[in-house]
Nanobody, 125 residues
Framework: VQLQASGGGLVQPGGSLRLSCATS????????IGWFRQAPGKEREGVSY????????EYADSVKGRFTISRDNAKNTVYLQMSSLKPEDTAIYYC???????????????????WGQGTQVTVSS
């Protein structure tokens, strides 16, 4: 099982980025995928989640209306489209595969069994 996040970079406030989470080693349609982020000195937090049903999506309050999660099962990839970026969005972003029937809410780290390496997003002028 592998997940690989990419697409991060330096962007000005108000700009956009699209992160990709390329997956392999498992059947993507059978699993929910979450995006998390960790800023320096802060705990890792849930950003967004997409379930096996594409209509089942979740967002942290801080990104609602600005971020959109989607998946392309044919490409084994989950995306996070980020718009109207703010300096406080600066963090390392991770994607992770949720444990089926984990019994936790979507934003709980312990509900995820496999993690990709992070991709750095920096929002600065």
């Amino acid at each position: 099982v592998q997940l690989q996040a990419s697409g991060g970079g330096l962007v000005q406030p108000g700009g956009s980025l699209r992160l990709s989470c390329a997956t392999s080693g498992f059947i993507l349609p059978r699993y929910g995928i979450g995006w998390f982020r960790q800023a320096p000195g802060k705990e890792r937090e849930g950003v967004s989640y997409i379930g096996t049903n594409d209509r089942n999506t979740e967002y942290a309050d801080s990104v609602k209306g600005r971020f959109t999660i989607s998946r392309d099962n044919a490409k084994n990839t989950v995306y996070l489209q980020m718009s109207s970026l703010k300096p406080e969005d600066t963090a390392i972003y991770y994607c992770a595969r949720r444990v089926p029937q984990s019994g936790t809410t979507w934003n709980r780290i312990r509900g995820y069994g496999y993690w990709g390496q992070g991709t750095q997003v920096t929002v600065s002028s």
